[in-house]
């Protein structure tokens, strides 16, 4: 990392604020009893003030940028997102992941690839709220979802009266009478069958044209796309 080429770029009130944030963090409550792991935060947080580190880095970023190992990266990304992240924050991100999962060729299973390690333990809690397991033994990124987990989460993205209003948009185009969930199930099981490649997975980017309109509430879009797919 070439600190003095990115100190020599950044303003006046980038330099300030950088140092300012570094001397108090290292003084508080009293000089040089700050633990190491919260240095190690604070450092980052001046090269991010500074632009050596980018708002939102990936572990790999940090790796290569610092010259530290994996864990060390994973360590450093998940306290600085508990210092800025809130569980709004992280409903948020957990709706934007789920847009592009990996859907494997059986089409029963999801994979989501979670590269924020606070967002991780976020979704496993929301999976256990709901009384599903995952399965992140293959990668510690890398969240194996069956698909009754997968329907059960994105259902909880939705409030109950979104949920009725699509649940009642699919019954109008054709989908049986039944629960919201039992649609979706389907629904996602037929998707699987549908974009599935012979190689054994489909393009993320498919999967988004049918999970973004549903996360997003917009009923007709959805209704028309999952409905097109159970009357298939």
Not at 44 to 55: R, T
Not at 93 to 110: A, D, S, V
Not at 117 to 124: C, G, M, N, S, T
Request: glycine share 6%.
């Amino acid at each position: 990392m070439q600190i003095e080429t990115h100190i020599a770029a950044a303003s006046e009130a980038q330099a300030k604020a950088a140092l300012g944030a570094l001397l108090t963090a290292y003084t508080a409550p009293s000089f040089g009893v700050l633990p190491k792991a919260e240095l190690d935060l604070a450092m980052l947080l001046a090269l991010q003030a500074l632009g050596a580190i980018g708002a939102d880095p990936s572990i790999y970023d940090l790796v290569a940028t610092l010259r530290v190992t994996r864990p060390k990266a994973r360590n450093l990304l998940y306290a600085l997102e508990l210092r800025r992240s809130t569980p709004a924050l992280l409903d948020a991100k957990l709706k934007t992941l789920l847009r592009t999962p990996i859907l494997h060729k059986q089409g029963e299973l999801f994979a989501l690839e979670v590269e924020n390690p606070l967002l991780a333990d976020h979704l496993k809690a929301r999976l256990q709220q709901l009384g599903h397991a995952s399965d992140g033994s293959f990668s510690a990124s890398l969240i194996t979802l069956k698909l009754e987990a997968m329907v059960a989460l994105v259902a909880s993205c939705l409030s109950a009266e979104e949920q009725e209003k699509l649940r009642l948009a699919l019954v109008k185009a054709g989908a049986p009478d039944t629960s919201l969930r039992g649609l979706l199930a389907a629904a996602f099981k037929k998707l699987g069958a549908k974009l599935a490649s012979k190689a054994g997975e489909a393009a993320a980017e498919q999967v988004s044209d049918y999970l973004g309109p549903l996360l997003d509430a917009a009923t007709k879009t959805a209704a028309a796309k999952l409905g097109a797919l159970l009357k298939a």
